[in-house]
């Protein structure tokens, strides 16, 4: 479980890294069309939603009364769906503003050492008591860090369909 879930880490930052590398500086921070969110805003804010799980790992936790993957299904279902459009929650929507791919680049790195040590350090099958996903409830550790990877796919692909607007403008 812990071997399986560190290569999905990987693959999925390593993925994300190709996404972001396409685009130019200034290419970064265009709105591609109405309504969407520029590249540098979507990066920001799979940091912003990728951010702090060692904290919330290290604090209370239960022992699970269920398989420690159950819900992993239901959040593919949903996030992986790219024919729907999903409103952020207030508390990880990105700032408007220009945005330095480098340094974004760099935090994306820490998030991605912080997530490889939690599923080597924590037991996954615990649930952290302070951790929640509105309509999902509570999550193993295990389901928490699955969560944070197929909520970046999410946006890998919506970084990829960024770059195909741009690049067609």
Same mark, same amino acid.
Request: with cysteine; aromatic share 12%; charged share 25%.
């Given at each position: 479980m812990k071997t399986e879930i560190q290569k999905d880490i990987v693959e999925t930052f390593q993925?994300?890294?190709?996404? +972001?590398?396409? /685009?130019?500086?200034?290419e970064f921070n265009m709105i591609p069309y109405q309504g969407s969110w520029t590249a540098g805003q979507v990066v920001q804010h799979i940091i912003l939603?990728?951010?702090?799980?060692?904290e919330v790992f290290s604090g209370e936790t239960q022992k699970s009364t269920r398989k420690y993957d159950e819900k992993i299904k239901?959040?593919?279902?949903? /996030?992986?769906?790219?024919?729907?459009?999903?409103?952020s929650p207030a508390s990880i929507f990105p700032e408007k503003k220009e945005y330095s791919k480098n340094d974004l680049s760099i935090? $994306? $790195?820490? +998030?991605?050492?912080e997530l $490889?040590?939690?599923a080597e350090?924590?037991? $996954?099958?615990?649930?952290?008591?302070?951790?929640? +996903?509105?309509?999902?409830?509570? /999550?193993?550790?295990?389901?928490c860090i699955r969560f944070a990877l197929i909520h970046t796919q999410r946006h890998t692909h919506q970084l990829n369909t960024i770059f195909q607007y741009i690049t067609k403008l």
């Amino acid at each position: 479980m812990k071997t399986e879930i560190q290569k999905d880490i990987v693959e999925t930052f390593q993925k994300l890294n190709k996404g +972001i590398s396409q /685009f130019s500086e200034s290419e970064f921070n265009m709105i591609p069309y109405q309504g969407s969110w520029t590249a540098g805003q979507v990066v920001q804010h799979i940091i912003l939603a990728a951010s702090g799980y060692p904290e919330v790992f290290s604090g209370e936790t239960q022992k699970s009364t269920r398989k420690y993957d159950e819900k992993i299904k239901e959040i593919e279902k949903l /996030f992986l769906n790219f024919s729907i459009k999903m409103d952020s929650p207030a508390s990880i929507f990105p700032e408007k503003k220009e945005y330095s791919k480098n340094d974004l680049s760099i935090k $994306l $790195l820490q +998030i991605e050492s912080e997530l $490889l040590n939690a599923a080597e350090q924590f037991d $996954l099958t615990l649930i952290p008591v302070k951790f929640q +996903i509105p309509g999902f409830g509570e /999550f193993t550790i295990y389901e928490c860090i699955r969560f944070a990877l197929i909520h970046t796919q999410r946006h890998t692909h919506q970084l990829n369909t960024i770059f195909q607007y741009i690049t067609k403008l």
